[in-house]
């Protein structure tokens, strides 16, 4: 494979590496007013809010048909209470990537794409010390169409450059 750097579009300078993972800290629901909220937790992996929302940290891959290699969105999704028991009761359980999907919601806002709160996702846990990954409905979504379909290295330095410079 070949240097990753490119000549970004946005402003013309050359930039070493491509990235191909971006991830967002917290669900989209999440401020920093909660903070100081008794029922509301944000860690690395879970996010409740107000003690009837819950949240995991997950990955969208997609597949990078040009280069051998995945793209990742490290997102959050939403889960229902027992779905969320379950997952944080087989956190540190080997084998837990046999364990059936949770039904979720995407709760992270991606940028280049139109909106992506509230995608319908299956959440399908991985072994222990890798985060789930999200399956996104089938639909006509763009970013549903590039998790089936593929996207190519051109694709991801789009990626790159709308979000060096929005």
Same mark, same amino acid.
């Given at each position: 494979?070949?240097? #990753?750097?490119? !000549? ?27 903070? $100081?909220?008794?029922?509301? !937790?944000?860690? #690395?992996?879970?996010? !409740?809010?107000? $003690? ?8 969208? +891959? ?15 999704? =939403? ?6 028991? %379950? ?7 080997? $084998?837990?990537?046999?364990?059936? =999907? =949770?039904?979720?919601?995407? =709760? ?14 299956? +959440?399908h846990p991985e ?19 590039? #998790? ?7 694709? !991801? #330095?789009?990626?790159?450059? %709308?979000?060096?410079?929005?």
């Open positions: 494979m070949t240097d #990753q750097g490119f !000549v970004c579009r946005g402003c013309g300078e050359r930039h070493d590496g491509l990235p191909f993972s971006y991830g967002s800290d917290a669900p989209a629901y999440w401020h920093d007013g909660l903070a $100081g909220d008794e029922s509301s !937790v944000l860690e #690395q992996e879970i996010c !409740v809010i107000g $003690g009837e929302h819950y949240f995991v940290r997950a990955r969208i +891959v997609i597949p990078v048909l040009d280069a051998g290699r995945d793209f990742e969105w490290g997102v959050w999704a =939403s889960l229902s209470r027992p779905n969320f028991k %379950r997952t944080l009761d087989t956190w540190e359980t080997p $084998g837990r990537e046999h364990e059936p =999907s =949770s039904f979720g919601w995407l =709760s992270t806002e991606l940028p280049v794409y139109p909106s992506t709160i509230n995608l319908k996702t299956h +959440v072994p222990v010390g890798t985060r789930p990954h999200l399956e996104l409905e089938p639909t006509d979504h763009p970013l549903a169409v590039e #998790q089936r379909t593929g996207i190519t290295v051109a694709r !991801v #330095q789009e990626i790159a450059e %709308r979000l060096l410079h929005p």
